[in-house]
């Protein structure tokens, strides 16, 4: 079963507003990711982890913060966005085998349309 | 730094058409893996093929194929037979085996609109 959920599939929030985008997996996989896409855009790698811990920020806004609870999920907080953070946002998992993450294959989940108005 | 090429912006086809929608690949190293997905309208990019850069044999799934070409740094997809259900945003994609900050990152393409008619 290769399947990553996300919830809410859509998001309306306010520039003040604080919310969170969810994500779960029951794969058994140990590296997730979250990735941004705008509209007619590929998807931009925001962070990944590996093993619940942080391995890769590529740079972001501190206004989005990642969360991993444990090896199955993964949370994006999300506070004081722009309207520009609006987007498709897409979490992935993959099996992270020991020292060779780059060679696993990404499993993207539906997705969250976020709107910042 | 690696790069992935969709020349192809938007192609348009009808129904039982032949189409390939094409990839070229720029990367420094030697040990890599290449990847194609699928993004329909609902959004979620779902994964069709991985190939390791040691293995050049071309594959082929029910109407799909892929072309891996190491000297021309090509990995071309091919849908044969075309159905409206293909109808998606297709996306080529390459993984490098290094270390360092890129680890497990992948290198999208700009991806290539496919639409086919009925």
């Known amino acids: 079963d290769t399947e990553v959920t996300q919830t809410p599939k859509h998001l309306v929030m306010g520039m003040t507003n604080k919310k969170s985008l969810k994500c779960e997996q029951h794969?058994?996989?140990?590296?997730m990711y979250w990735y941004k896409q705008k509209a007619k855009k590929p998807p931009e790698l925001m962070f990944v982890?590996?093993?619940?811990?942080?391995?890769i920020n590529e740079s972001v806004p501190s206004r989005f913060s990642p969360e991993c609870p444990n090896s199955s999920l993964l949370n994006l907080h999300l506070h004081a966005l722009q309207p520009e953070d609006s987007a498709l946002y897409l979490c992935?998992?993959?099996?992270?085998?020991?020292?060779?993450?780059?060679?696993?294959?990404?499993?993207f989940g539906p997705g969250t349309r976020l709107t910042v108005l | 730094a690696q790069k992935v090429t969709q020349a192809q912006t938007e192609i348009s086809v009808v129904e039982k058409e032949d189409v390939t929608l094409d990839c070229v690949y720029e990367?420094?190293?030697?040990?890599?893996?290449l990847f194609w997905y699928k993004q329909p309208p609902s959004g979620e990019l779902v994964f069709l093929i991985r190939r390791n850069s040691f293995d050049e044999q071309n594959e082929i799934s029910g109407r799909y194929s892929w072309n891996f070409q190491k000297s021309t740094s090509s990995f071309n997809f091919t849908i044969t037979a075309s159905q409206v259900v293909d109808s998606a945003v297709y996306f080529c994609?390459?993984?490098?085996?290094?270390?360092?900050?890129?680890?497990?990152?992948?290198?999208f393409g700009q991806g290539t609109i496919l639409t086919v008619h009925p």
């Open positions: 994609a390459l993984s490098e085996n290094a270390g360092g900050t890129s680890y497990g990152k992948l290198t």
């Open positions: 794969m058994g996989h140990r590296a």
């Open positions: 990367t420094r190293d030697t040990t890599y893996y």
């Open positions: 982890y590996s093993y619940e811990k942080l391995s």
């Open positions: 992935a998992s993959s099996q992270d085998t020991a020292g060779h993450r780059s060679t696993d294959t990404q499993y």
